[in-house]
T-cell receptor, first 117, second 110 residues
């Protein structure tokens, strides 16, 4: 059990409004990730964090920002939601690199279904 | 070229059959390889890591061919509960992030 929760699980919002999604982990894992999943695209990385206050952009970061003020929480903010941001958002965590510095296994939260109307 | 490519399927097989999925990856420097399973409207779950020498977990066998840059997953004695989408995953250039294939859909029928 990865011990990751996401809130809210479902949200409908209007175009132009800011939205914040929360990811909370009960482990003390250093790495946390935000993905979006859309039909035909698979999972795409939005942002990730490699420590408190340490974040980096992923493949599809435009229109999104993140913050990590505590090890256990990783927030994703849509600054001004657009219909193209309607998606399922998954958070994941990882203990860190595996042997030889390789990326380690990631464990996912249950997802947030976001609809922007 | 996509980082990780998979045949989307669907693969429809009867219970008890053996089925194999392949995927190819573009980054020859990749060091981490995984198979994840995703059920409909659920989160991806780690099925198994893939090691250079190949590895087995019950009915599941994973193989890695670095020279050809492909990864395979073999499922023996398929069960109805194996019906899901299987995601091939490889670490990205950044090292700590992972690239996910779009998945291969498997449907096991009675």
């Amino acid at each position: 059990d990865a011990g990751i929760t996401q809130s809210p699980r479902h949200k409908v919002t209007e175009t132009g409004t800011p939205v914040t999604l929360r990811c909370h982990q009960t482990e003390n894992h250093r790495y946390m990730y935000w993905y979006r999943q859309d039909p035909g695209h698979g999972l795409r990385l939005i942002h990730y964090s490699y420590g408190v206050k340490d974040t980096d952009k992923g493949e599809v970061s435009d229109g999104y920002s993140v913050s990590r003020s505590k090890t256990e929480d990783f927030l994703l903010t849509l600054e001004s939601a657009t219909s193209s941001q309607t998606s399922v958002y998954f958070c994941a965590n990882a203990a860190g690199p595996g042997t030889s510095g390789r990326a380690g296994e990631q464990y996912f939260g249950p997802g947030t279904r976001l609809t922007v109307t | 070229r996509k980082e990780v490519e998979q045949d989307p399927g669907p693969f429809n097989v009867p219970e008890g059959a053996t089925v194999a999925f392949n995927c190819t990856y573009s980054n020859s420097a990749s060091q981490s390889f995984f198979w994840y399973r995703q059920d409909c409207r659920k989160e991806p779950k780690l099925l198994m890591s893939v090691y250079s020498s190949g590895n087995e977990d019950g009915r599941f066998t994973a193989q890695l061919n670095r020279a050809s840059q492909y990864i395979s997953l073999l499922i023996r004695d398929s069960k109805l509960s194996d019906s899901a989408t299987y995601l091939c995953v490889v670490n990205s250039n950044s090292g700590y992030a992972l690239n996910f294939g779009k998945g291969t859909s498997l449907l096991v029928t009675p």
